[in-house]
């Protein structure tokens, strides 16, 4: 009983000793974190968000006099953006980091900032859900700051609903095409006659499963099925 009651109050210390704080505040070691790894200088109490710094590799942003510290503890907790550009979603497909914004890790450590995309309105990315992007009437979401970059061009991820999916019993939806496509890579969505959609199709760690994605070319661009990217002018096949 003894011995529980000392793992306790280390416990409780430990927490208290690495709290959460707000992403982007003036720490007392001058920085402010600005995500799970990266901070900037706090100059005249006021955070240099012109030059972002990053934690080497394992290491997390803490109020502590160290900055980055290693995580060694399951119960750690970072002092900005628990939830943010973190990839702990199942398997490692994703990464959230913004309200709304999603980065893919494809199974890495870190997320990969090339392939970022948006939750359509009134969705915000939640990273304990396999779908990604979850209505605000059921979750809070897992990131609780907004995305820096302009997000006005980024594709937005197609979130499927039963209906969608059983008015179209011969196409594919992208989590069925990928999974009996058995093959990663970029593809044109199957019955899109806008020639803008496209899925995603990415193996998860095992490599036996496979999980797949939909998106919309932003703008005025097409989905080119030959070159499997956007481009400009509309491809020859639409």
Known sequence: MAFSIVTLVLVIIFLIDYTNGKCGDCQDNFVA????????????????????????????????????????????QASCGQGCEVCNSHDKVFSCVGRSEVAFCFGEDLPFYSVIARCPKGYVCDLSSRAICVKKDYSEGSCDKDYKDSTS??????????????????????????????????????????????????????????????????????????????VADKPKSC
């Open 153 to 230: 061009d980024l594709p937005i991820i197609d979130v499927a609903t039963p209906s969608s999916v059983s008015s179209s019993p011969l196409i594919r939806d992208a989590q069925t095409f990928c999974r009996e496509n058995a093959m990663e890579g970029t593809f044109a969505a199957e019955g899109d006659l806008t020639c803008k959609k496209y899925y995603i199709c990415q193996a998860l760690s095992n490599g036996s499963k496979f999980m797949g994605y939909s998106y919309y070319c932003s703008g005025s661009d097409y989905f080119d099925p030959v070159k499997r990217f956007c």
């Open 33 to 76: 974190c600005q995500s799970l790894t990266t901070f900037s200088l706090c100059i005249d109490d006021k955070s240099n968000d012109d030059e972002i710094l990053e934690c080497p590799q394992g290491r997390l942003c803490t109020d502590k006099p160290d900055i980055c510290v290693e995580n060694t503890n399951s119960s750690f």
